[in-house]
């Protein structure tokens, strides 16, 4: 079956623009979390959706934002980028959310501020 | 304040002995623990969990223990072979709360170098 598909792979942005990224789950799916790895803080979670609800959140700023589609896909936004905002992304999807059972990691999107 | 700890930054063993990554954890509420291993620019890939209901749970040559009173975790590869070799994650979620979906609390990661 299909993993965990995310979009664009590879990204490169200028300070203070904005970016979507885009995350297709494994079909049956329906929770889909977001998370940030950077060399200095490691994996840090985002935020959760669960049939286009956000259920739960990290501690990010407000610019980062996220929303959920009724098949299940998932955007997250960054508005306003800052340099430290450059990281890979990595979705994971999972049938029902109870966190980290069944989850799978897509590869994620590597984004670079400059 | 890093709620899960892996403290050793890098591994190295040969091939065929016992490789033991080391994880502790501070947050009493967590009660199911994962473990993941990555390789660079890919999105980690599930190796085994377990419960705190439970000490310890085997998958054929990945084994991990769990001492709830020491809140530490440990990751067995017995034995290691160089396919093995990447970056291993510990991580750990309230798989019960109500507040906490989606959200697993990661450790910084252990590069295990496994040499023919």
């Known amino acids: 079956k299909a993993g965990v598909t995310q979009t664009p792979r590879y990204l490169i942005k200028t300070r203070g623009q904005q970016v979507t990224l885009s995350c297709s789950p494994i079909?049956?799916?329906?929770?889909v979390s977001w998370y940030q790895q950077t060399p200095g803080q490691g994996l840090q979670f985002l935020f959760e959706?669960?049939?286009?609800?956000?259920?739960n959140k990290g501690n990010f700023p407000g610019r980062f934002s996220g929303r959920q589609f009724s098949n299940s896909r998932s955007e997250m936004n960054v508005s306003t980028l800052e340099l430290g905002d450059s990281a890979l992304y990595l979705c994971?999807?999972?049938?029902?959310?109870?966190?980290?059972?069944?989850?799978?990691f897509g590869s994620g999107t590597r984004l670079t501020v400059v | 304040d890093q709620q899960v700890k892996q403290n050793s930054p890098s591994l190295s063993v040969q091939e065929g002995r016992i490789s033991i990554l080391n994880c502790d954890y501070t947050?009493?509420?967590?009660?199911?623990f994962l473990w993941y291993k990555k390789y660079p620019a890919e999105g980690p890939t599930f190796l085994i969990s377990i419960s705190s209901i439970k000490d310890k749970n085997e998958d054929g040559r990945f084994t991990v223990f769990l001492n709830k009173s020491a809140k530490h975790l440990s990751l067995h590869i017995v034995p290691s072979q160089p396919g093995d070799s990447a970056v291993y994650f510990c991580?750990?979620?309230?798989?019960?709360?109500?507040?906490?979906?989606?959200?697993?609390?990661f450790g910084q990661g252990t590069i295990l170098t496994v040499h023919p």
């Open positions: 994971a999807s999972s049938r029902t959310g109870p966190s980290g059972y069944g989850y799978t």
């Open positions: 959706y669960f049939s286009e609800t956000q259920r």
């Open positions: 079909s049956g799916h329906r929770s």
């Open positions: 947050n009493s509420m967590f009660d199911y």
């Open positions: 991580a750990a979620s309230q798989y019960a709360g109500g507040t906490s979906y989606g959200k697993l609390t």
